[in-house]
C-alpha cells in the first residue's frame, strides 16, 4: 500500500533539495511506495508546477501519484505523514513577536486541518520556523491527535554538533554518537556533548576525553552550532537548505525504522513527563530513542551544573514563546 506524504512549502528550496530524497526512497525504503501531496500558497501554485513536472520527469518507480494543491482539506487528507516546511519567513527587521503571531494563524489552521482530516496515527514533523513553538500551537490545534505525534526539527543542529565534532578529530561523522541537542532551536540551544562518544583508532572515548579541549567544547563549540545557520545564510543569501532536507530525511526515517542500537538522537517533542527538570507542555528538544514508530526519552544522564544553566536558559526562551503564542491563538 502507498503511504501518502504531505511536505508543505513545497515550492521552497528545502522541499526542492527533500523531495528527490524522499521520493527515490531514501527515508522510508525502497520498497514503500508513496503518494506525495505537495501544500504551497496560492501564488507559489505555477512554481510548484514545475516541481511536480520535475519529479514526474526523474520516473521514480516507488512515486505512484503527486498530488499539488494550495487547499488544506486536499493537502491533510488521510495522511500517514505530515512534514510542514512552510513557514512565514522572518524579514529584516521583523520582531520575532510578529514573526510568532503570523506562524500561530499558519500553524493554528494546519493542526485543525491535521485534526479533520488526517489518520489519527499520522506523524507530523514540523520544520518551519519557530520551529518548536509552531509544532506546539499544530499539537494543541489537533486535540485528537496523540501529542507523542509531534515532533520538531533540531536533528540539523545534532547533525551540526557531531559534524563539529568529526572535523576537530579528523573522523567521520559517523565515528561520533550520542550528542544531545537541548531545548529551542534558537541560538539560546543547547548542544551537550558531555555522554557523547567517539570513535577513535578503533576504541570509544568520550568527547571531552578525546578533544582534551575544554575550553573549545565549553566555547567556540556551542557558539557554532547555535549560529550556523544563520553564517550559513551570511555565506550564502539564502538558509540552510540541503542540510535541512538531509536532517529531516534522517529524523523521519528514524521515526519510521527506530534509532541504532546503543545510540540515541535529538528531537523537539513535548517535554510531559521528562526526568531532567523541564517545564512540563513545552515542546523541547531531548535525547531520545525511537522504536516501533514510538519515542522515549534516554532517562538517567548525569547534568552537570554548566549543563543545567544551559539547560534552563533555553527551556525560559521556549516558555516566553509559548506565552506570546498562547495569547495570539485564542485572538488567532
Given at each position: ?5 504531505l511536505v508543505?512549502?513545497?515550492a ?5 533539495s527533500?523531495?528527490?530524497?524522499i521520493a ?10 508513496l503518494?506525495?501531496v ?7 501554485m ?7 513536472m ?10 505512484r501519484e503527486v498530488?499539488?494543491?494550495d487547499?488544506e ?11 510542514l516546511v ?5 524579514r ?8 510568532l503571531?503570523?506562524n500561530v494563524?499558519?500553524f493554528k489552521?494546519?493542526?485543525?486541518a491535521l485534526?479533520?482530516?488526517a ?10 520556523n519557530p520551529?518548536?513553538?509552531n ?6 490545534s489537533a ?5 507523542e ?6 536533528r540539523?543542529?545534532?547533525?551540526r554538533?557531531?559534524s563539529q565534532?568529526a ?6 561523522a559517523?565515528?561520533v554518537?550520542?550528542?544531545?541537542i537541548?531545548?529551542n ?5 543547547y548542544p551537550?556533548?558531555?555522554h557523547?562518544?567517539v570513535n577513535v ?10 578533544i582534551?579541549d ?9 557558539l557554532?552550532?547555535?549560529q550556523?545557520?544563520a553564517?550559513?545564510?551570511k555565506a550564502?543569501?539564502l538558509?540552510?537548505?540541503?542540510s535541512?532536507?538531509?536532517?529531516i530525511?534522517?529524523?523521519?526515517r ?10 540515541f538522537v535529538?528531537?523537539g ?5 521528562n526526568s531532567y527538570?523541564v517545564?512540563?507542555d513545552l515542546l ?5 530513542v ?5 519515542w522515549k526519552?534516554v532517562?538517567?544522564?548525569p547534568i ?6 544551559k ?15 498562547v495569547?495570539?491563538?485564542?485572538s488567532?
Open positions: 500500500e502507498p503511504i501518502r506524504v508543505t512549502g513545497a521552497g528550496q528545502i522541499a526542492y527533500l523531495l528527490y530524497s527515490k526512497g531514501d527515508v522510508f525504503g525502497k520498497e514503500q511506495p503518494v506525495l505537495l501544500l504551497d500558497i496560492t501564488p507559489m505555477t512554481v510548484l508546477e514545475g516541481v511536480v520535475e519529479l514526474q520527469d526523474c520516473a521514480l518507480p516507488l512515486l498530488i499539488s494543491t487547499k482539506e486536499v493537502a491533510f487528507k488521510d495522511l500517514d505523514i505530515a512534514i512552510g513557514s512565514m519567513p522572518r529584516e527587521g521583523m520582531e520575532r513577536k510578529d514573526l503571531k503570523a494563524k499558519i489552521s494546519q493542526g485543525a485534526d479533520k482530516y489518520k489519527k496515527t499520522v506523524k507530523v514533523v514540523v520544520v518551519g520551529a518548536n513553538t509544532c506546539l500551537i499544530a499539537s494543541k486535540p485528537s491527535i496523540p501529542k505525534n509531534f515532533s520538531c526539527l533540531t540539523l543542529d545534532h547533525n554538533a557531531k565534532i572535523l576537530k578529530l579528523g573522523v567521520t559517523n565515528d554518537k550520542n550528542v544531545i537541548w531545548g532551536h534558537s541560538s539560546t540551544q551537550d556533548v558531555n557523547a562518544k583508532k578503533g576504541k570509544e572515548v568520550g568527547v571531552y576525553e578525546a582534551k575544554d575550553s573549545w567544547l565549553k566555547g567556540d563549540f556551542i557554532t552550532v547555535q550556523r545557520g553564517a550559513v545564510i550564502r543569501k538558509s540552510s537548505a540541503m535541512a532536507a538531509k536532517a530525511c534522517d529524523h523521519v528514524d521515526i519510521w525504522f527506530g534509532t541504532p542500537a546503543g545510540e535529538s528531537m517533542v513535548i517535554s510531559d513527563g527538570g517545564p512540563e523541547y528538544s531531548f535525547p531520545v525511537i522504536k516501533d514508530k514510538t526519552f532517562e538517567g544522564l552537570n551544573d554548566f549543563s543545567r544553566e539547560m534552563d536558559l533555553t527551556a525560559k526562551e521556549l516558555t516566553e514563546e509559548k506565552e506570546t503564542a495569547e495570539f491563538l485564542s488567532a
